[in-house]
């Protein structure tokens, strides 16, 4: 057998095993919780699970705070993105219970996260802010591989990465097409950016934001006129205004209102234009 075969199948049993010694560790302390030990026992995973609750109940109120004042609170920014990140396989689950599309779930959290990140406050230079776009942005025929060096583009204008790369020039910042995560992840550790505006699909993004964790992130979806991975095209307003936030902590497309209640709302004031 390969050793790729033998390694996930020993994890898949070693797995199991632990599940089912776990049920047979709850089945006889419960069914022998006159023993002092297991009485111990039971009252230490209470007390565990009651933590382990209580972290998440508190990411999820910091997270709800965070979004409807408007403002981060940077002892509670990591506690936010732990709850998002640990429910979010959850809710993944319930939403294909419910019969949400993924898709739909992944736009709404990449919505959260994006809005997690407004709260707060940067100023990043140039050279430290990446853009990171996948490589379907590119014309399907053109010849030249823009992954390995982005100024192999010739700016046709047939493709968004013409556009993308007069934005890059202009701001100063990095731009950086992918074709993949594995490339993601190199171009990051090799190029350190304090920032990342991520264009890309919802699935790539989510997986993305949730990877790079340590670096804050926003993500702008793409849009695919022509089916999946296939000249797709992005909203450049949408990638300015995220470079213009971390560079100046420009927050000019993002508005508080005040409507008739007491609560805050965020409105995109901007018109959106496709490139393409
Ligand atoms: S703008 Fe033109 S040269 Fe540049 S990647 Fe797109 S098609 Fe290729």
Redesign the pocket.
Known sequence: MHIRKRLFIGLMIVSFVTVLSLLLLGWYTINYQDHLWNQALIGLIGLVFLVLILIIAFGIAAMIFSIWQDRAIPQLYRWTRMATNVLFPLALVLAKVLGISSDRLKSSFIEVSNQLIKTREFNISPERIMILGPHCL??S????K?TLDINN??????????EL?RLANRYGVVLTIVSGGTWARKMIMERAPQAIVAVACERDLTSGIQDIDRIPVIGVLNDRPEGPCYNTRVNLEKVEEAIRFFLYGDRQGWQIESPSSSRKVLKKTRTSKIIS
């Open positions: 590119q014309k025929s053109c010849p030249y823009i583009c010739k700016e046709c204008g047939a493709c968004p990465v013409d790369k």
